[in-house]
């Protein structure tokens, strides 16, 4: 079964500026991204959409395929995942004759994805044919939606309406909920077609520790990361 690894990375971040080649403990942050699906034994080919020419030099550097630059109407800040797959989609099949049957999407701005997250993605959408795989993160205590509030000029209301609050006053009461973090998706390329890529009946999950799921979106995350990354460096010369 072919699959394919698409990185997305825009060169126009704002939050962060430049951050998917920002220099993250030594190396630019896309370069954890490209390593780790090249790691991966299921990948059969990995791929950078990139409005950059940048962005792009670099990761041909580190070893992934910039076969085309994306337009810069794909590479705005509201442009989501699924025209921008389409694009690479249609570019490799009118290009290259080449289709193939999984897509993933990797985001570079999760560097502590691993090739054995990656894996396990691959073989869940195999497995179990679902149409998409998603990693996820576990939800506890102060997180969980059900000790959420929406405010109405000040006026806090629960945003669980129909919830007695008082029968989930502990953080063990709580039912076991999970948020999608975006560290790896695997898409049928169907779907990527003829579905929405955020909405199927036919999903799974797979469980990553939190640490594995931080996404870089501020100053904070890369400042998180780089400690976090210098701190493992550190043990591992001891």
């Known amino acids: 079964m072919s699959i394919l690894g ?48 940048e962005i792009a030099a670099v990761s041909r550097e580190y070893g992934a395929e910039v076969p085309f630059l994306r337009p810069h109407n794909l590479a705005e800040d509201t442009t989501p ?19 193939p049957k999984i897509v993933l999407n990797l985001r570079p701005t999760t560097p502590f994805k691993t090739p ?8 869940t959408i195999v497995d179990t044919r679902a149409d998409v795989v998603r990693t996820m993160s576990r ?7 059900y000790w959420m509030y929406l405010l109405d000029d ?18 063990q009461l709580l039912p076991q909920v999970y948020r999608i973090n975006g560290v790896v998706d695997a898409i049928k390329t169907s779907l990527v077609y003829e579905g ?3 909405h199927s009946n036919n999903m799974r999950g797979v469980v990553i520790s939190d640490y594995e799921s931080i ?19 550190m043990e591992t010369k001891k």
């Open 196 to 198: 929405n890529i955020l």
């Open 6 to 53: 698409i990185i997305p990375a825009r060169g126009g971040s704002k939050r962060v500026p430049r951050k998917n080649i920002r220099a993250l403990a030594g190396k630019p942050l896309i370069v954890y991204s490209i390593e780790a699906a090249l790691a991966s034994k299921k990948i059969g080919r990995l791929i950078v959409s990139t409005d950059d020419d």
């Open 116 to 123: 054995q997250i990656i894996d396990e993605v691959i073989q």
């Open 215 to 233: 996404d870089i979106d501020t100053e904070f995350d890369f400042m998180l990361c780089e400690c976090m990354l210098n701190l493992k460096c």
């Open 139 to 145: 939800v506890e205590g102060v997180h969980h939606p």
């Open 81 to 99: 995942d699924q025209p921008v797959f389409q694009h690479s989609l249609d570019w490799l099949r009118e290009n290259e004759n080449y289709t």
């Open 154 to 171: 000040g006026q806090a209301c629960p945003y669980m309406k129909d919830l007695d609050l008082s029968d989930y006053y502990q953080r």
